[in-house]
């Protein structure tokens, strides 16, 4: 056994999901999370779902074969990231409405935005090229 190692105690969490709890104990505000539970254990009040912001994607976008769906979706996410990143402002806002967001947290939320329009923004032109392209 390593030097300073205890067996048996102490040591973290035994159960599956203390082991997951545990694996967000850093998380700051999740944007750059690749588990999917990470987002959902933020806490974000309702309002934000995936699922309808999809749907009213694909009535816009309409959709007519794989790769305009592939791009509707990322749309669609890019949507949602906003609208996440939007809320988590709002209640930084309202928790504090006389104090500025930390310099860390105000210029993360800053270049998250920036990343999230700017993969928004390639998406509606790759969109676009390709209905130029066939024509519709």
Not at 28 to 46: R, S
Request: with cysteine; glycine share 8%; charged share 30%.
């Amino acid at each position: 056994m390593a030097v300073g190692l205890r067996q048996g105690k102490g040591g973290g969490p035994k159960t599956e999901e203390g082991k997951r709890r545990a694996s967000l104990n850093a998380m700051k505000h999740g944007f750059n999370a690749e588990a999917p539970h990470a987002l959902e254990a933020l806490d974000f009040e309702p309002g934000v779902e995936f699922r309808p912001i999809l749907r009213k994607a694909r009535g816009y976008f309409r959709p007519a074969n794989p790769m305009e769906e592939e791009l509707v979706h990322l749309i669609a996410r890019c949507w949602w990231k906003r609208a996440r990143i939007e809320q988590l402002e709002d209640r930084s806002i309202e928790r504090n409405p006389y104090k500025l967001l930390p310099v860390n947290t105000g210029s993360s939320l800053l270049k998250y935005t920036r990343q999230v329009d700017l993969q928004l923004h390639r998406a509606l032109r790759a969109l676009q090229s390709l209905r130029k392209c066939k024509g519709t």
